[in-house]
């Protein structure tokens, strides 16, 4: 029987960098806590047997083979950062297993900057080099895909747009430094929000929020408990869950939030 419940699975809750960096570079995390190793920021959302993957960093691979994910149905990208795409070809591996291309779905302007940096990936390059994705584009409205309900929406990076999504009672908001009015009325009232905590603590912010406005948001989205992702070296996973409110935690690598579809959960 259809359910509908699901999950998220956090496939990789870290920066641009990673947690280490490279160099083994761990700074304030404590190496010894496995929920400090974080690769790049990537989820997963599951329902029914369906999978949808929200970015293919360059932790792609690994990330798919350590959560035993073995299909999926598209891939939803938020922006064309490198951190968020640099594994793209990755979904070669998974049209051989299966002779479809994998449906990719975002924005007009990141599916262009898409196929021409990763034109292999869209078209077939040579008798042997097949294509391995087709591209959507995504409207801002609530749609279905492979029988997942989801409704994107644009959100403030700074110095470009990201997408953020909700699906059933679960917000996605990674890369944003501020959410406008529509944002917040997509998210409001969900029961877990999954935040762009990489600024934490810095007063000046640029392209990602801090703990001040993540906090001023919440006062209008109203989430019941928010999970912080694309978090920095500087941020040790115990300090976090010492020092923050308890509505707020970071998130780790391998994590499961449930969703919930409802008449009122998006
Ligand atoms: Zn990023």
Redesign the pocket.
């Given at each position: 029987m259809e359910q509908n419940i699901g999950h998220a699975i956090i496939l990789g809750c870290g920066?641009?960098k990673g947690t280490p960096q490279i160099g083994n570079e761990w700074g304030a995390c404590d190496p010894l806590e496995p929920k400090n190793f974080r690769t790049?920021?990537s989820i997963a959302i599951q329902k029914n047997g369906k999978t949808l993957i929200i970015d293919t960093?360059p932790d792609f691979h690994m990330q798919i083979n350590r959560e035993n994910i073995r299909h999926i149905d598209g891939v939803l990208y938020?922006?064309a950062?490198s951190?968020?795409v640099a594994g793209i070809d990755e979904l070669r591996s998974f049209f051989d297993r299966t002779r479809k291309r994998v449906p990719v779905l975002s924005d007009e302007k990141t599916l262009n900057e898409l196929r021409q940096r990763f034109s292999f990936v869209f078209e077939q390059s040579s008798v042997l080099y097949a294509a391995a994705a087709e591209a959507h584009i995504l409207q801002n409205n609530l749609q279905s895909f492979a029988g997942i309900d989801f409704t994107p929406f644009t959100q403030d990076h700074g110095l470009s747009t990201?997408l953020g999504f909700r699906f059933g009672d679960f917000g996605y908001s990674?890369?944003m430094i501020t959410l406008d009015d529509h944002a917040i009325g997509v998210l409001n009232g969900v029961e877990n929000w999954l935040v762009?905590g990489?600024n934490l603590y810095e007063e000046r912010i640029f392209v990602?929020s801090n703990l001040k406005r993540i906090l001023e948001l919440q006062e209008k989205v109203q989430a019941k408990n928010i999970y912080l992702t694309?978090l920095k070296n500087n941020l040790d996973y115990q300090t976090l869950c010492r020092d923050l409110p308890i509505f707020i935690r970071p998130a780790f690598d391998g994590q499961k939030i449930q969703i919930k579809w409802g008449q009122n959960a998006g």
């Open positions: 920066c641009s790049r920021p960093g938020t922006h950062h951190d968020h990201t990674t890369d762009d990489a990602h694309h």
